[in-house]
């Protein structure tokens, strides 16, 4: 006698029962793995792209997926599936990355100009 078979859940599924409180534990874990999964792969094609530094990868899809979670409760199936929604939140996380390592670079470039200019007017 063959095994029991096991129908596979989607991922929005997943997500609109964790969305309502409705998933069972094991559900949950199965999204949380699906959208570390979305956000990664958004997070390498970044570093392909050199959007970002392939050290930033893990912080990219940990921050991606945090915020993926916070923000269950405004997904709307209607408008999208779970992993375009995952996708469109990395997007945001790599902007967010970059317009805060941009302006960083700029302070230290600005920093590094401006002690150049103090050193070359001491030695006038």
């Known amino acids: 006698m063959p095994g029991k078979?096991?129908?596979r859940v989607g991922v929005d599924v997943l997500a609109m029962l964790v969305k309502n409180r409705l998933a069972s534990e094991k559900a949950e874990q199965s999204l949380?793995?699906?959208?570390?999964?979305?956000?990664?792969i958004s997070a390498i094609l970044?570093?392909?792209?050199a959007l970002v530094p392939w050290d930033e990868v893990e912080d990219i899809t940990q921050a991606t997926a945090a915020r993926a979670w916070e923000y269950l409760g405004h997904w709307n199936a209607s408008k999208g599936a779970w992993t375009t929604y995952v996708s469109r939140i990395a997007?945001?996380?790599?902007?967010?990355?970059g317009r805060r390592t941009g302006r960083r670079k700029m302070a230290e470039d600005g920093y590094r100009?401006?002690?150049?200019?103090e050193g070359r007017q001491e030695d006038e």
């Open 5 to 7: 078979a096991r129908k």
């Open 32 to 40: 949380a793995m699906a959208t570390m999964k979305c956000a990664r």
């Open 46 to 49: 970044a570093a392909q792209r």
């Open 91 to 97: 997007q945001s996380v790599i902007g967010d990355y």
């Open 113 to 117: 100009e401006l002690t150049q200019e």
